[in-house]
């Protein structure tokens, strides 16, 4: 009699579990800093199949950051680190981040994929690199779900808007390293560019963009060591397409990422 009793309640406690998953989505945007979620188990080197090397997605525009892993694609992104320039970090004197537009505007004015289409950055960007997406009732441009391959961490998030910094768009090359290497000098529609730009953009877990914050590649590298030379290579397309220059120990270590 106690095992049934004991059965029965374990089925319960699944059934009940089972809905709560269900409905315990709700379409609240959460202020900067509110509490994540759990994350999923990790991923060998990040990679879900989908993910596309950034040597073969120049405009940044395919999902995720594959690997970087034959020698001959090695070469080819050393070549390429190679080309940018460098200089000293100047002062942070008068950044801030409305220098670059509001998050995430959808009216850049470049040549920027997924610009004027009627969703924010933001969401353009979920939608590149997530999968099993739910949209908000009504809309084809709000997401309130989906499961993420996260390139940085190798984890899997299933995200819900609820949680919603469980997830953040990180700036490959951050707005005020951006600000530092010259940008302070652009016109504003060319930041508002760079802050919006795909290429510019990966949906990352959260807390580990915190650890990022505005870091070049010689101070913060992905935890997942098996994107770091893709992440350089990604460093070095936005440094290229924006002549915007990095640091000598920048580009040093991102040469090292790729063999040097």
């Not at 709560?20 to 509110?34: F, H, Q, S, W, Y």
């Amino acid at each position: 009699m106690r095992r049934t009793r004991r059965t029965a309640l374990t089925g319960s406690a699944a059934l009940l579990g089972a809905t709560l998953l269900v409905t315990g989505c709700k379409d609240v945007d959460l202020p900067e800093g509110a509490p994540t979620g759990p994350a999923g188990p990790a991923a060998p080197g990040g990679d879900d199949g989908r993910a596309v090397s950034p040597l073969d997605n120049p405009d940044g525009t395919k999902p995720g950051l594959a690997a970087i892993t034959s020698d001959a694609d090695k070469a080819k992104a050393r070549a390429l680190i190679k080309k940018v320039a460098t200089k000293g970090r100047g002062p942070k004197t008068g950044y801030d981040r409305d220098e670059f537009g509001y998050a995430w505007m959808d009216n850049a004015p470049g040549d920027v994929p997924y610009a004027h289409n009627g969703c924010d950055s933001r969401n353009d960007l979920l939608k590149r690199d997530g999968e099993k997406i739910r949209y908000r009732g009504g809309s084809d441009c709000v997401i309130v779900s989906l499961t993420l391959r996260d390139p940085y961490t190798g984890k899997t998030i299933v995200w819900t808007k609820s949680n919603a910094t469980e997830i953040q768009i990180d700036h490959v090359m951050p707005l005020s390293y951006d600000w530092q290497m010259g940008a302070a000098h652009w016109a504003k529609g060319k930041r508002q560019d760079i802050a919006n730009d795909p290429l510019n953009l990966i949906p990352v877990d959260g807390p580990t963009n915190g650890a990022k914050s505005d870091s070049g590649p010689a101070s913060w590298l992905p935890p997942n060591k098996a994107v770091r030379c893709s992440y350089a290579v990604r460093v070095a397309q936005v440094s290229a397409k924006y002549d915007l220059p990095v640091t000598k120990a920048d580009k040093e270590t991102m040469l090292d990422q790729c063999g040097g």
